[in-house]
């Protein structure tokens, strides 16, 4: 777990021995999309849902506790205060791994990822994968209602991170995947230091350079409709240095 930071697991079973799958989603303020996308997403019987609440103040945690699956299905990680995308992501995948699932994945909380996705990115998982990304760019642009500035910022992300990183990667950037436990294991996360967005990225580069078999999976991205984005231009920045680190350290360890 993230060090020095309290966090409060409601849930009975850890140390439990799963073979099956998790998805981890890390949510503040999403309260009017939990409960249709946990609906959905309970329709894969193989998966089991984790979500990382950062103490929403429109008690979205409380939202999850209510539903009739939790601590069923349905799982919740508290976090007593805001602390950041990438450090909720990173409390989930130790969790799935604590809890002995083969495979642990993420995605948003605000609908952008399609639940019914989650499906064949399980089964690129079980034909061999190890890291099972769901792309907007391979073959073929599939993204609906973005603005043409946030297209293009994705787009020029990606064509940066495979120049300077070699990502072999069409979307480098997404943050919907399924990682096997094998991998989630090799990865030093100490090496992950981006505290928002950038963390997809070296996610994506640590885990091939422990050797992951990449498979990206064709999605469609579809702008959300409930909520506001986080987006912001400390993360778009930060990104573009944690970019330049990690094409510093693919030099130095080649």
């Given at each position: 777990?993230?060090?020095?930071?309290?966090?409060q697991?409601?849930?009975?079973?850890?140390?439990?021995?799963?073979k099956s799958?998790?998805?981890?989603i890390?949510?503040?303020?999403?309260?009017d999309?939990?409960?249709s996308l946990?609906?959905?997403?309970l329709?894969c019987?193989?998966?089991?849902?984790?979500?990382?609440?950062?103490?929403?103040?429109?008690?979205?945690?409380?939202?999850?506790?209510?539903?009739p699956?939790?601590?069923?299905?349905?799982?919740?990680?508290?976090?007593?205060?805001k602390?950041?995308?990438?450090?909720?992501?990173?409390?989930?995948?130790?969790?799935?791994v604590?809890n002995?699932?083969?495979?642990?994945?993420?995605?948003?909380?605000?609908?952008?990822?399609?639940?019914?996705?989650v499906?064949?990115?399980?089964?690129?998982?079980?034909?061999?994968?190890?890291?099972?990304?769901?792309s907007?760019y391979?073959?073929?642009?599939?993204?609906?209602?973005?603005?043409m500035?946030?297209?293009l910022?994705?787009?020029?992300?990606?064509?940066?991170?495979?120049?300077l990183?070699?990502?072999?990667?069409?979307?480098?950037?997404?943050?919907?995947?399924?990682?096997?436990?094998?991998?989630?294991?090799?990865?030093?996360?100490?090496?992950?230091?981006?505290?928002?967005?950038?963390?997809?990225?070296?996610?994506?580069?640590?885990?091939?350079?422990?050797?992951?078999?990449?498979?990206e999976v064709?999605?469609?991205?579809?702008?959300r409709?409930?909520?506001?984005?986080?987006?912001?231009?400390?993360?778009?920045?930060?990104?573009?240095?944690?970019?330049?680190?990690?094409?510093?350290?693919?030099?130095?360890?080649?």
């Amino acid at each position: 777990m993230t060090s020095g930071m309290a966090l409060q697991t409601h849930s009975g079973m850890i140390n439990q021995l799963h073979k099956s799958f998790l998805i981890v989603i890390p949510v503040y303020n999403e309260a009017d999309n939990i409960d249709s996308l946990l609906n959905d997403l309970l329709v894969c019987p193989e998966l089991d849902i984790l979500v990382v609440d950062d103490d929403s103040p429109d008690k979205t945690g409380d939202r999850v506790k209510q539903h009739p699956q939790f601590d069923k299905r349905i799982f919740l990680l508290s976090r007593p205060r805001k602390s950041g995308f990438a450090g909720a992501c990173k409390d989930g995948y130790r969790w799935g791994v604590a809890n002995g699932y083969n495979a642990c994945g993420t995605m948003d909380a605000d609908r952008s990822h399609d639940p019914k996705d989650v499906l064949r990115l399980i089964e690129a998982i079980k034909q061999g994968a190890q890291m099972a990304v769901g792309s907007r760019y391979c073959g073929g642009i599939r993204i609906i209602n973005w603005p043409m500035k946030r297209f293009l910022l994705s787009w020029f992300a990606g064509v940066y991170t495979r120049a300077l990183c070699r990502i072999p990667m069409t979307d480098p950037t997404s943050g919907f995947k399924m990682i096997s436990r094998e991998i989630l294991d090799a990865i030093d996360w100490q090496l992950c230091s981006a505290d928002g967005y950038g963390f997809q990225i070296e996610l994506h580069f640590f885990g091939l350079r422990n050797g992951a078999k990449l498979r990206e999976v064709p999605i469609v991205f579809t702008e959300r409709q409930q909520g506001t984005s986080k987006m912001s231009k400390r993360i778009v920045i930060e990104a573009m240095i944690t970019v330049i680190a990690l094409a510093f350290y693919r030099i130095c360890h080649c």
